[in-house]
């Protein structure tokens, strides 16, 4: 079982925690259109630059998606691996969302998990009456999704 990085204390969990629906992340992959249609309307939300979204062929032996808020918002995923689906978007973009928010934690702290079940909620992908319990159950500490709203994200 890996461990979580130092840096990153509850990444491997998180990771962990996803397997539980993992068939949402590899068997419901999106058609581009819907994919740049659910990133568009979490970007006007959250009033972030439109990242762009790329396939890219990095093996089987790498991660499936990957978010990089500099120079330009850009979320990839691993085509080798997976596609876009609904929660693997959420989840980049969420990474996206802190980063540029100046959220000053590891890359999966208390606000991205927060922030990243209430996408999940807020775009019908996962509800958080779901959510919530579960990542609890697992051991993973986030802030109130309902805290992690634009308005309240940064403070």
């Not at 130092?6 to 996803?18: A, T």
């Not at 958080?128 to 403070?155: E, N, Q």
Request: charged share 25%.
């Amino acid at each position: 079982m890996a461990r979580s990085p130092k840096s990153d204390p509850q990444r491997e969990e998180v990771y962990r925690w996803e397997k539980g629906f993992s068939q949402m992340f590899y068997g419901h992959g999106f058609l581009p259109k819907e994919a740049h249609r659910l990133e568009r309307a979490i970007s006007r939300y959250y009033d972030i630059p439109r990242p762009r979204l790329r396939a890219v062929r990095w093996g089987k032996g790498s991660f499936l998606g990957a978010a990089y808020s500099e120079p330009r918002p850009l979320i990839v995923v691993n085509e080798d691996l997976g596609a876009f689906t609904a929660p693997l978007l959420a989840h980049e973009i969420s990474h996206i969302i802190t980063d540029l928010y100046g959220v000053d934690e590891p890359d999966h702290g208390e606000r991205w998990l927060g922030t990243y079940l209430h996408v999940l909620d807020r775009y019908a992908i996962l509800p958080v009456s779901m959510t919530a319990p579960s990542a609890k159950k697992a051991g993973l500490r986030f802030r109130d999704p309902a805290l992690c709203t634009p308005k309240l994200l940064a403070s």
